[in-house]
């Protein structure tokens, strides 16, 4: 069984340009989740998806930040116009329903964003 | 205050020790505590989660968990040169989801032959 894929591993731009990161949870999973990591911060939590459903976007830290999951499967998060401090990685999470009350999340490798 | 408190280590113990990583929290309603490991570059990967006061016992993993202390460790035995990684304590705060874990900075472990 796959995994949680990231895509891109790695993306460098320059302050202002835009990113789009996309999200591939297992499949079958509906619960689907962002998080980051600030260089030196810990992992923080941007929003869960339950199926195409935003279910809590409490951890997006403004509005340059927008995440999608149309379908209910991948996911994607856009960063227009990324600045400095949007630097980190970023990881997806993925969950089944039966483990909504559990916390038992599964990880992408992440992506990391640098901006120049 | 941080809300979930790890020593950044590195943790260094010998190849067969006992390797004792700790966390503290500061919500007292939080309601669920979990370990990840995460390899270098890797993703984080749960091994351990604990709900009620006590130990709880896997292979070679022991969590504890003492609720009136605010505290949760994590004890591996026979530590292994492969157990070298960053071990993430998370929490679920009281009154919120079960997926929305709040994170320590990590403790560095390095197991030496």
């Known amino acids: 069984e796959a995994g949680v894929t990231q895509f891109p591993s790695h993306s460098v731009i320059e302050k202002g340009q835009t990113v789009t990161l996309r999200c591939d949870p297992i499949s079958g999973h509906d619960n689907l989740y962002w998080y980051r990591r600030v260089m030196g911060k810990e992992i923080k939590f941007l929003l869960h998806?339950?199926?195409?459903?935003?279910?809590?976007e409490s951890g997006m830290p403004n509005n340059r930040f927008l995440a999608e999951r149309t379908g209910g499967t991948y996911s994607t998060l856009k960063v227009q116009p990324a600045e400095l401090e949007d630097s980190g990685v970023y990881f997806c999470a993925s969950s089944h329903l039966r483990h909504t009350n559990t916390g038992e999340l599964f990880f992408g490798e992440g992506s990391r964003l640098t901006v120049l | 205050q941080k809300e979930v408190e790890q020593n950044s280590g590195p943790l260094s113990v010998p190849e067969g020790a006992i390797a004792s990583l700790n966390c503290t929290y500061s919500?007292?309603?939080?309601?669920?505590f979990f370990w990840y490991r995460q390899y270098s570059g890797k993703s984080p990967e749960l091994i351990m989660f604990i709900y009620s006061n006590g130990d709880k016992e896997d292979g070679r993993f022991t969590a504890q968990l003492n609720k009136a202390s605010q505290y949760v460790s994590l004890l591996i035995r026979d530590s292994q040169p492969s157990d070298s990684a960053t071990y993430l304590c998370?929490?679920?705060?009281?009154?919120?989801?079960?997926?929305?874990?709040?994170f320590g900075q990590g403790t560095i472990l390095t197991v030496h032959p």
């Open positions: 998806f339950v199926k195409e459903s935003k279910q809590d």
């Open positions: 998370a929490v679920v705060a009281g009154g919120t989801s079960y997926g929305k874990l709040t």
């Open positions: 919500d007292r309603g939080s309601q669920s």
